[in-house]
């Protein structure tokens, strides 16, 4: 059991929620299983309607919303009283090299269907336009409503150019297989914001017991490491069904 005195050590030492990491853990799991099913209709294996399917539309929407709801909640929990510069830009880089990465890996994968502006290019410029609403606290849940609806309602084709593809905002969205615009999404992460001021305000993870069980702990853990899960299972996903696949038409 976990004594008062050893969560205000862990809490004065930067400890993790470990609530926040077990839901973003869980996020990693539907991601995974969204991944997978892709690559299985990739090779033929399944036949899927990822572009109409309501079912599997509306899946990624609940794992994109998942991911930069808790982005928000965390950007707030770990800015709320002060920037760290040097954690902050640290981060910073390592997303912006981690969404490099990704365009070029999407390059040699899908020539056709590259990455521009994904999740972590998405993560990478929130985290700085997230900079000028710290402060927003209660508005930030009224900015973010406000943007959702103006981002799903409002389309032109003036954004269907590839220079404001990042904005969002296009009557045709581009051909790739990941994109997460500015419009509407960062309503989701004001929206984190706004959560997260509640969450440290009225102290409402301090309240839930520290204890956990067996699959809190597990989801955690994955939580604790999803850019790198992020990063690695597709490859290890889509390599695995190739070789398969190979084996499979060698026989």
């Known amino acids: 059991m976990v004594s008062g005195n050893q969560i205000a050590a862990n809490e004065k030492a930067g400890a993790r929620y470990i609530h926040i ?18 690559d299985l209709n990739h090779f033929n294996y399944v036949d899927v309607d990822f572009n109409h399917d309501p079912f599997w539309l509306n899946f990624r929407t609940l794992i994109v919303t998942l991911f930069l709801g808790l982005v928000g ?36 994968v899908f020539p056709d269907k590259v990455i521009l502006f994904g999740i972590l290019h998405f993560i990478a410029i929130a985290s700085v336009v997230a900079l000028l609403f710290r402060r927003f606290y209660g508005i930030n849940l009224l900015l973010g409503i406000g ?18 593809h990042w904005i969002g905002l296009t009557s045709q969205g ?5 994109y997460v615009p500015l419009l509407p999404w960062f309503g989701v992460v004001l929206i984190g914001m706004f959560l997260g001021h509640l969450i440290e305000r009225h102290a409402l993870l301090k309240k ?19 850019l790198m899960i992020y990063l690695l299972h597709q490859p290890l996903l889509f390599g695995g069904l190739y070789l398969v696949s190979f084996f499979i038409s060698q026989g």
Not at 86 to 107: D, E, F, I, Q
Not at 147 to 164: D, K, P, Y
Request: positive net charge.
């Open 21 to 38: 990491d077990a839901v973003r853990g869980f996020a990693i799991v539907l991601m995974v299983i969204f991944h997978f099913t892709y």
């Open 73 to 108: 909640i965390s950007f707030h929990l770990a800015t709320g009283k002060g920037v760290n510069l040097r954690r902050y830009c640290s981060r910073l880089m390592v997303l912006v090299a981690a969404a490099v990465a990704v365009t070029l890996g999407s390059y040699l």
């Open 147 to 164: 943007l959702i609806v103006f981002g799903v309602q409002f389309q032109h084709e003036w954004f269907n150019s590839l220079a404001w």
């Open 174 to 178: 581009p051909s790739t297989v990941d």
């Open 208 to 226: 839930v017991s520290q204890q956990s069980n067996g699959l809190t702990r597990s989801l955690a853990l994955g939580g604790r490491h999803s």
